[in-house]
């Protein structure tokens, strides 16, 4: 088979992507894209790719010789630039999330379903080791079916929000901290095979930087609460301005036991009723598979750049379905969206639509 033809347009997020696509052995970089020409310089010559492979006009971008488009812009950028890849006949791997309206979500899927492409959301936290490893766990039964669960995303990225020293906003400040919610909702939906019904949504309000009330990114802390078809119940918290270290918590609640990550690095910790001591055990967690080939390190985010893109080529060499089709991808995006039109409301619940 000949080898595949990426572009990747957004070089901040997709240096790391070049490595690992440039790493595998039935892939070749056709083009890079984006708007800053110093980034555009800077990893054309590292991967000593020509001037003429090289785009700071995205369309222009799309005419070049190309099988799929990677696409790692900013978040307001992805449903155009999907569509647009779409119809141009390229498979996409898209970016967390799909987009930032439910509208933009039905445009996406109705253009993947028309252009019998692949797509696939670029959830990366899905291919941690651990969370990979959990699935093993959880498809042998270990915790029996699985009742609740809960995920918290927490990390300040003030210095992303706005420039501290001209008082510039960036994109992220109009993201309210539910919508980026796919990192945690993600992971335990893919483990618990179950999808998002209903939806509530609170938050803090604005504590912590009163002078930004009217930028929803600075909300202090929102918790969406969910409702899943199977009657499971999810709870999700997310904050971009704590003050407190980065970390990613999930945790996962069985009728024969439970499976959570410490929020110590490196640690996790499971419970199997009849099985593991009466106060647990606790195990090595982490983001890296140690028998993973050395070219698996050289994305982001240990070894889960690695497999995602490993599974999505995969997907395409065989005419399969993708792990992270767009039906699941809206899935994850969409119940933040409502959970964050709950919260503006005091909290209602609200019914999340399911495209198909």
Aim: glycine share 8%.
């Amino acid at each position: 088979m000949r080898k595949l033809k990426i572009g990747i347009v957004g070089l901040s997020r997709g240096r790391g992507f070049v490595s690992v696509f440039s790493s595998h052995p039935d892939v070749t970089i056709s083009a890079i894209c984006d708007i800053d020409q110093k980034k555009l310089a800077e990893v054309g010559d590292a991967f000593e790719l020509p001037d003429s492979a090289r785009y700071s006009n995205f369309d222009d971008f799309l005419n070049d010789d190309m099988d799929i488009v990677m696409i790692a812009t900013p978040i307001p950028f992805h449903a155009e630039q999907t569509i647009k890849s779409l119809q141009s006949g390229k498979h996409v791997l898209c970016e967390q999330t799909v987009a930032y309206t439910i509208e933009e979500c039905e445009r996406v899927v109705e253009a993947v379903k028309k252009s019998r492409k692949k797509y696939m959301m670029a959830e990366n936290y899905c291919y941690f080791h651990y969370i990979r490893e959990w699935k093993k766990i959880i498809n042998a039964g270990e915790i029996g079916k699985i009742l609740y669960a809960e995920g918290e995303y927490i990390h300040n990225i003030f210095h992303l929000l706005v420039n501290p020293e001209t008082g510039q906003f960036y994109w992220r400040h109009e993201r309210p901290p539910i919508w980026y919610c796919a990192h945690t909702l993600g992971p335990l939906l893919m483990l618990m095979k179950d999808r998002i019904v209903k939806a509530c949504g609170l938050t803090t309000g604005f504590n912590i930087h009163p002078q930004f009330k009217d930028h929803p990114g600075f909300l202090d802390f929102e918790v969406g609460f969910f409702k899943t078809e199977t009657g499971a119940v999810v709870k999700i918290l997310r904050s971009q301005v704590p003050a407190c270290p980065h970390f990613v918590w999930y945790c996962l609640y069985g009728t024969k036991g439970h499976l959570e990550n410490k929020r110590v690095k490196g640690e996790g910790f499971i419970y199997v009723d009849g099985k593991t001591p009466d106060d647990g055990e606790v195990f090595t967690s982490s983001v890296v598979d140690p028998n993973a080939p050395e070219e698996a390190k050289k994305g982001g985010h240990g070894t889960s750049e690695y497999y995602m893109i490993r599974d999505f080529l995969d997907s395409i060499k065989n005419n399969t379905e993708v792990p992270i089709n767009v039906f699941r991808a809206t899935e994850w995006t969409i119940p933040g969206i409502i959970a964050h039109q709950s919260a503006m409301k005091g909290g209602t619940w609200l019914d999340v639509p399911i495209l198909g």
